[in-house]
């Protein structure tokens, strides 16, 4: 099996910074496997925010992250990380660390999930 466990999250205020890290484990869990962040705010679908290849060297943002979010990855240690600047009240949100064999950016698309860490920007 894969675990997925995340950690960094808390209440920040607006324009602050939190940096989301995922610790990866199992014996299926392959660091070639593409990694992922996704969030889901109070009544709305999982959404995902960022993805990375397993080198490293292709990544995606959605469009409402772009410039503020980084996501990186340390295969030496299996842990991905999401690091979040600018942060605003609309990024309140639990976030998941997410991964698989393909890359993707549909929830529904990828098998392995941590439990989730939530993150609330307000002042």
């Known amino acids: 099996q894969v675990q997925l466990v995340e950690s960094g999250g808390g209440l920040v205020q607006p324009g602050g910074s939190l940096r989301l890290s995922c610790a990866a484990s199992?014996?299926?869990?392959?660091?070639?496997?593409?990694m992922g962040w996704f969030r889901q705010a109070p009544g709305k679908e999982r959404e995902c925010v960022a993805t990375i290849n397993w080198s490293g060297d292709s990544t995606y943002y959605a469009d409402s992250v772009k410039g503020r979010f980084t996501i990186s990855r340390d295969n030496a240690k299996n842990t991905v990380y999401l690091q979040m600047d600018s942060l605003k009240p609309e990024d309140t949100a639990v976030y998941y660390c997410?991964?698989?064999?393909?890359?993707?950016?549909?929830?529904?698309?990828?098998?392995?999930w941590g439990q989730g860490t939530q993150v609330t920007v307000s002042s």
């Open positions: 997410a991964g698989g064999r393909y890359g993707t950016t549909r929830p529904s698309e990828v098998p392995y």
């Open positions: 199992g014996r299926m869990f392959s660091t070639y496997y593409h």
